[in-house]
């Protein structure tokens, strides 16, 4: 059976689209053709992967075909073996890693953060542009104990704004995600005292409102006064939406692409003599260097490191991961992510090269 490029090529095309694509692929086999790599999962890394599609369709590379339906559901689709890779914003868990395990026959799955992004801090008060945060008072917020604008926490943080009375409504996500994952680890990490709940990619804390996937906090942060979320960096900037500066504990930081590539560069993994790459976040969050913004996630490629019913998915994952990180990181600041360091993208190499 034959697949249109013409389909495959879409990784921006709307999710009826993409689920459309997806059956076809699914249909040929262990969800890939020839010359195709196929992946589900993070929305965090969507534009990423858009720009990396067209990467690879510029130097002749395999066709990327993405479906973008959340970190859950995305390492769901690998397990069942209805995709080559999936897209995480956190790392398998113990369940996950024997399934993985199983599902690449009888050998590891491995992580390859190929996709680097600060979480920004997005929110939509009136009259308010600039507005500093830290651990604590994100917390108080996301859970409901700090409720309006004007509370004395948030004003201490700020002596020169003119906060408003107005009702703080915190936006989460209420779909499976990576992301709340990492925001709460960062919680977890940076203001235990004030966070009770362990991370997960099920939203814990309480009151708030709910919305599905990044677009979906992003679009109500922006149509609703009063709003705070966390979200990706593109999209945020995608809204438009003023992004709160935060302190680490070095004083108040904004999110640039230098500030999150300073503490990107200080990342440690959690087994540095190993090809399974995952990002050490509890070093990460508690990173406390001036200028540096560590509030980063890491999203996942996690692929078989060998055991593929199809012999040929390996050598389309090695070959396109190898042009993403040679040839993709160019572009990369102006999604809202942050293109790799050079010490970062040689750990890679030595994983990749070994698919």
């Not at 010359?35 to 599609?53: D, L, R």
């Not at 993405?66 to 859950?72: A, F, H, I, K, Q």
């Not at 235990?192 to 942060?221: F, I, M, N, R």
Request: proline residues 5%; contains cysteine.
């Amino acid at each position: 059976m034959s697949v249109s490029p013409k389909l495959v090529r879409r990784a921006g095309a709307t999710a009826a689209g993409l689920a459309a694509v997806s059956l076809v692929l699914t249909a040929c086999g262990e969800g890939s053709s020839a010359g195709t790599v196929t992946g589900e999962g993070s929305t965090a890394q969507q534009k990423a992967i858009e720009h990396f599609a067209s990467v690879l369709t510029d130097n002749d590379g395999a066709i990327l075909d993405y479906t973008g339906s959340g970190s859950g559901d995305g390492i769901k689709k690998f397990l069942a073996s209805d995709v080559d890779f999936a897209g995480s914003d956190s790392p398998l868990k113990e369940a996950e890693v024997a399934d993985a395990k199983n599902r690449c026959g009888g050998n590891d799955a491995w992580h390859l953060p190929l996709v680097a992004g600060p979480v920004a801090i997005a929110f939509n008060v009136p009259g308010v542009d600039k507005l500093n945060l830290d651990a604590p008072t994100l917390a108080k917020i996301f859970d409901s104990k700090i409720t309006s604008w004007d509370d004395p926490a948030i004003k201490a943080l700020n002596p020169d704004a003119k906060l408003p009375a107005t009702k703080i409504i915190p936006v989460h996500r209420s779909d499976s995600s990576g992301t709340t994952d990492n925001f709460t680890r960062y919680l977890n990490t940076a203001a235990p005292a004030e966070w009770p709940y362990e991370h997960s990619k099920e939203w814990k804390g309480q009151g708030g409102s709910g919305a599905s996937k990044s677009t979906g906090v992003g679009d109500t942060v922006k149509k609703t006064e009063g709003a705070v979320t966390y979200v990706e960096w593109g999209f945020a900037t995608e809204n438009q939406l003023s992004i709160a500066a935060i302190d680490f504990g070095a004083g108040a930081t904004e999110l640039t692409a230098a500030t999150a590539g300073k503490a990107l560069d200080a990342a440690e993994f959690v087994k540095p003599d190993s090809k399974d790459l995952v990002v050490d976040t509890g070093a990460l969050y508690s990173l406390k260097e001036a200028g540096a913004y560590p509030l980063v996630l890491t999203t996942y490629e996690i692929v078989c490191s060998t055991g593929y019913a199809d012999a040929e998915v390996s050598k389309n994952l090695k070959s396109a991961f190898t042009t993403i990180l040679d040839k993709g990181q160019t572009g990369l600041d102006e999604l809202g992510y942050v293109p790799l360091p050079e010490a970062f993208k040689t750990k890679l190499r030595g994983t990749i090269d070994a698919l």
